[in-house]
């Protein structure tokens, strides 16, 4: 059974750097089958796709997020991370990893699952 | 910047057919997928490519896709239907959702 599990600090300062994991179990984190992706929902909204990543190097980011955005895989444990630098307090939401499918085969990310359970991230000071 | 339009909130009596429809420059040339998202929960896929439904999705789940509208249907609406539903493309290297639409069941 495949299980994805986000973790981060909760609670971060305006204008400091917000760091997350999500740990996979269940599938292997560099198959070629699929993608991982974030996406986020700040409180009372809709979702925001952040970014996705495939371990063959292929990293497509937000455009609005891009210049602040670092995603990345380790294998060795099974870990996607998400780097968010310079945030504000529009960067305040749950972010939720995911497994992210391809349409086919070699070809670009579609749709997302499963879902991780999320992790709320406030920014205050 | 592509975008996708949702009404904001759809109505239906239990038993009847919802119908919520998603909004997009020539939709029909890209892969529609469609997310439940209940109350205090994660988005769970409820259709993918347009029309497909994972295992585990009951029937009265249904996806289709023409011109510039995508629509997803459920029959026989009950009760534990009632949630925000998200449509969702990939678009040249980004991925867009739309507003949400918030199903009632009265």
């Not at chain 1, 070699?106 to 359970?117: A, I, K, L, N």
């Not at chain 2, 929960?41 to 439904?53: A, C, E, L, N």
Request: glycine fraction near 8%; proline fraction near 6%; charge should be neutral.
């Amino acid at each position: 059974q495949i299980k994805l599990q986000e973790s981060g600090p909760g609670l971060v300062r305006p204008s400091e750097t917000l760091s997350l994991t999500c740990t996979v179990s269940g599938v292997s984190i560099d198959s070629k089958d699929h993608f991982w992706g974030w996406v986020r929902q700040p409180p009372g909204k809709g979702l925001e796709w952040i970014g996705t990543f495939y371990y063959r190097g292929r990293i497509y980011y937000n455009p609005s997020l891009k210049s602040r955005l670092t995603i990345s895989v380790d294998t060795s444990i099974s870990q996607l991370s998400l780097t968010l630098r310079s945030v504000t307090a529009a960067d305040t939401a749950t972010y939720y990893c995911a497994r992210h499918f391809p349409v086919s085969s070699d070809s670009y990310p579609s749709w997302f699952d499963p879902w991780g359970q999320g992790t709320q991230v406030t920014v205050s000071s | 910047s592509y975008e996708l339009s949702q009404p904001p909130s759809v109505s239906v009596s239990p038993g009847q057919t919802a119908t919520i429809i998603c909004s997009g420059h020539e939709l029909e040339s890209k892969y529609v997928c469609w997310y439940q998202q209940k109350a205090g929960q994660s988005p769970i896929i409820v259709v993918y490519k347009d029309s497909r439904r994972p295992s585990g999705i009951p029937e009265r789940f249904s996806g289709s896709n023409s011109g510039n509208t995508a629509t997803l249907t459920i029959s026989g609406t009950q009760a534990a239907d009632e949630a925000d539903y998200y449509c969702q493309v990939w678009d040249s290297t980004t991925i867009v959702f739309g507003g949400g639409t918030r199903l009632t069941v009265l």
